[in-house]
């Protein structure tokens, strides 16, 4: 009896102490396993007499189930403590700023013009627009009072898709103008929207890629005029390159779409051989843009006698390179990653007009 007393005192002791799940498991085999103190001692009940084995045995159960349960709840404990332990190892604040700098993408400096572009457009009260890329005829051309045989046809060097049995043929559109007519057509006026997308000619050197993306901008209301198109357009420029103040001049143009027509140049220097936009004595050409033509008007459904307004067409890339020192154009198209890491945006930095 004394051994079982010597024994509970012991084990029990071992438990307590037991600083992990696997120094418990070594104390549960060393003390009720098959060659374990607790199981040694059941051998010597074979030897003793009947009373004395009932007296030995039951006190050998009541020992074997304490112990038993002391490990149970020993075990619960440290179980506790380790998933504690592993929680607070893994414990993420959320409040944290995100390092975005870590992540392995990269945004496309197309992609992110146009963001920006959206950003300070959808500021000033435009909604975004969008057509197909496969147009017909009509909205590519003949609704932009560019009719057949018209010399403008030939000067914007056409996809054609093959002919159908009506003898139409689809294009690829070659400006994003034809969702000007789109828009026309569906909306009734006012109207400001802003429509980027991709663009098509069969034109392909240093300078053009057969694929390039415009952004389309159309305002039509009852009393739009010129002043209005400069105004927004000083304001577009002004922040898409972060300057107080950007010289501009407007040089009569030609566009079949828009009467008056002009295209807009921006102030820059070139001395050195080095770019700068803002100051200077030199000029650089951004866009085209003018009045919508009376005939566009009427060939989207509207009165030209109660409507009018200016539309803008601006080269994506073309900004691009510009704010982001990107000197040749081809590149966009390489899908280099090495050149995407250069040039490309973390995503997480999303533009807008309070981050710039
Ligand atoms: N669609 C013209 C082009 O691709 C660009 C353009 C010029 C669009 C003047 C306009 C505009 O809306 O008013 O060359």
Redesign the pocket.
């Known amino acids: 009896m004394e051994n079982i007393e010597a024994l509970r005192e012991e084990v029990l002791a071992e438990v307590e102490k037991a600083g992990d799940l696997a120094a418990l498991e070594d104390i549960r085999i060393s003390a009720l396993g098959k060659k374990g103190r607790i199981t040694g001692l059941m051998k010597n009940l074979g030897k003793m007499d009947p009373d004395q084995r009932r007296e030995f045995g039951q006190a050998l159960n009541a020992l074997k189930d304490q112990v038993a349960s002391a490990i149970d709840m020993r075990k619960g404990d440290l179980e506790n403590a380790a998933l504690e332990a592993r929680l607070s190892g893994e414990r993420i604040d959320v409040t944290l700023p995100s390092r975005p700098s870590e992540t392995e993408g990269r945004i496309h400096p197309i992609s992110q013009t146009i963001d920006e572009i959206i950003s300070i457009f959808g500021e000033m009260g435009f909604t975004l627009a969008e057509g197909p890329d496969i147009e017909d005829d009509f909205h590519n051309f003949t609704a932009l009072n560019i009719p057949a045989e018209h010399p403008a046809r030939e000067m914007q060097d056409t996809f054609y898709l093959p002919e159908a049995e009506d003898g139409s043929r689809l294009v690829l559109r070659?400006?994003?103008?034809p969702v000007?007519v789109r828009t026309m057509q569906s909306q009734t006026p006012p109207i400001r929207i802003v429509a980027p997308g991709r663009?098509y000619r069969s034109d392909s050197d240093m300078t053009h890629t057969p694929m390039f993306h415009?952004l389309?901008?159309?305002v039509i209301d009852e009393k739009t005029h010129m002043g209005h198109l400069k105004g927004c357009l000083l304001e577009f420029v002004k922040t898409y390159f972060e300057l107080d103040d950007v010289p501009v001049r407007y040089r009569p143009s030609f566009?079949p779409?828009?009467e008056p027509?002009a295209e807009m140049d921006i102030g820059c220097s070139r001395k050195g051989g080095e770019l700068k936009i803002g100051a200077g004595d030199d000029w650089l050409e951004i866009l085209?843009?003018?009045m919508v033509h009376p005939r566009v008007l009427a060939a989207c459904g509207l009165d030209p006698e109660k409507y009018q307004g200016f539309?803008?067409?601006i080269g994506i890339e073309r900004l691009a390179m510009l704010k982001y020192g990107i000197p040749d154009l081809r590149t966009f198209f390489d899908t280099d990653l090495r050149w995407l890491k250069h040039y490309g945006f973390v995503p997480l930095d999303v533009p807008n007009m309070v981050r710039g």
């Open positions: 070659t400006h994003t103008s000007q663009t415009q389309e901008g159309l566009f779409f828009t027509s085209g843009c003018g539309a803008f067409g």
